[in-house]
């Protein structure tokens, strides 16, 4: 008797009532594509995703499993017939084979017209592994937690379960447009929007001669790690230099970066209209900068009334770094790069802008029609399992 399979547990999802079909659906057509490439056999029923190892080891399996949004949690199963004879003999076996002294077991009737009441069979597999083994029962401070679950099918049992990445399939709660600088935190941003179901494209505002291309390697590189959430994302590159240049010309430098971002806003918002998007998104964190003070924040969106998600708004450096290093994004985010924000960076920004001048000085120049004229040149890229395509304008 071994494992042979890994049974998915749903996460929040099991709680959305009408929708839990397309939830389901969802997310067993998410977990089929991941483990494409393992050669796995996947089923599932009300309750469960089943993934069959047949020769493949569980471990590499399991970790991608463990990346894919809307898991609870992974439990390493042995699928038995449902018969206590056969039940308590695989009990036996698994937990024979385990590390630790000490065991409780829990069985759980799926099936109400199993013969045996749980309560019974715990007892029944109790006994068997204390006469049969040296382990004894301890139900707080147990090595070993068998778990049996017996079910419409078959009987599962389990002594290993693991953490799933928790929020909801990808897929399951529409798509928004996310503003991707190169730094540390957009893409953190844009992780934990995935992971909360929620499709992506992304946006670059690039100012070339004064950034450079290789920004876009970098922001390539980092929709590469984010493929593991979402395999195909998109790349909408924005020319901005002539908007930009616009702005050095006509404001006053403590509001070039107020007003920057509200054009940013302007365009990000057009963008997202356009391609059917719900939200716009940023990886802005109150008080990281001049630019993200609450008092500036007020006066960027005051251009939209379009809703703008800002994941990481309460998080702290520190943390948003930890999570950057554990999806893989954060050597690629301290590759040197000049942004728009930081060549023109000015010495003494505005921390507390006012809404009215920021109005008065953008108004100095025909913002309108650049912005018009910037969409019309939108450049476009997919990202695909770490490929870059390119596509023609749309
Ligand atoms: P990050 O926030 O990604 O670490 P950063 O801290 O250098 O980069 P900020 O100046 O904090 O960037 O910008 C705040 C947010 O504005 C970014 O998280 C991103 O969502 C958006 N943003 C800034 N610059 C750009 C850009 N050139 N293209 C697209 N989005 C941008
Ligand atoms: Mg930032």
């Known amino acids: 008797m071994t494992y042979d399979s890994l049974m998915i547990h749903y996460g929040e999802l099991s709680t959305k009532g009408m929708n839990k079909k397309a939830f389901i659906n969802t997310l067993y057509q998410n977990v089929k594509h991941a483990l494409k490439s393992f050669g796995v056999g996947v089923s599932y029923t009300h309750d469960f995703i089943l993934v069959k190892l047949d020769d493949a080891s569980y471990e590499p399996v399991l970790a991608r499993i463990q990346e894919i949004p809307g898991i609870q949690k992974i439990s390493l ?39 045996v009441r ?21 139900l707080h401070n147990y090595d070993i937690f068998l778990k049996v679950a017996i079910r419409l099918d078959y009987a599962y049992i389990s002594c290993h379960e693991y953490p799933g990445l928790g929020g909801y399939p990808l897929g399951m709660n529409g798509k928004v447009m996310h503003l991707l600088s190169g730094g540390i935190d957009s893409p953190v941003a844009a992780y934990k ?26 922001l390539t590189d980092i929709l590469g790690e984010l493929n593991v959430y979402q395999r195909n994302i998109k790349l ?19 509001y070039c970066i107020t007003v920057m971002r509200r054009m940013m806003m302007r365009l990000a918002v057009g963008l997202a209209k356009a391609h059917h998007c719900l939200a716009v998104s940023t990886g802005e964190s109150v008080g990281q900068v001049a630019s993200q ?64 001048e920021a109005i008065e000085y953008e108004n100095r120049f025909d913002y309108s029609a ?25």
């Not at 929007?193 to 970098?218: C, M, N, Q, W």
């Not at 650049?370 to 997919?382: N, P, Q, T």
């Not at 990202?383 to 023609?392: D, F, I, S, T, Y």
């Open 370 to 394: 650049m912005i018009e004229e910037a969409l019309e040149r939108v450049e476009i890229l997919y990202v695909e399992e770490g490929e870059v395509h390119e596509a023609v304008q749309e």
């Open 293 to 356: 003070t609450l008092q500036s924040l007020i006066v960027i969106n005051e251009v939209t009334n379009y809703p703008v998600l800002r994941p990481l708004a309460a998080e702290d450096k520190v943390s948003i770094i930890d999570q950057s290093k554990k999806i893989g994004t954060y050597e690629i985010s301290i590759r040197p790069y000049e942004d728009c924000c930081t060549i023109f960076k000015p010495k003494k920004p505005k921390t507390h802008p006012s809404l009215l």
């Open 236 to 254: 909408n590159i924005i020319p901005f230099t002539k908007i930009q240049e616009a702005i050095y010309k006509y404001v006053p430098e403590p």
């Open 193 to 218: 929007l995935l992971r909360r179901g929620i499709a992506l494209e992304t946006i670059h505002f690039a100012s070339p001669p004064y950034t450079s291309a290789a920004v876009i390697d970098k």
């Open 118 to 138: 749980s309560y019974d069979a715990t007892c029944q597999i109790a006994d068997e592994i204390l006469h049969n083994t040296d382990k004894t029962v301890d």
């Open 77 to 115: 199963v042995a699928k038995v017939e449902k018969d206590m004879n056969e039940i308590i003999k695989a009990c036996l076996e698994l937990v024979s084979k385990e590390e630790g002294k000490t065991f409780k077991v829990d069985v759980h009737r799926v099936d109400k017209a199993f013969p």
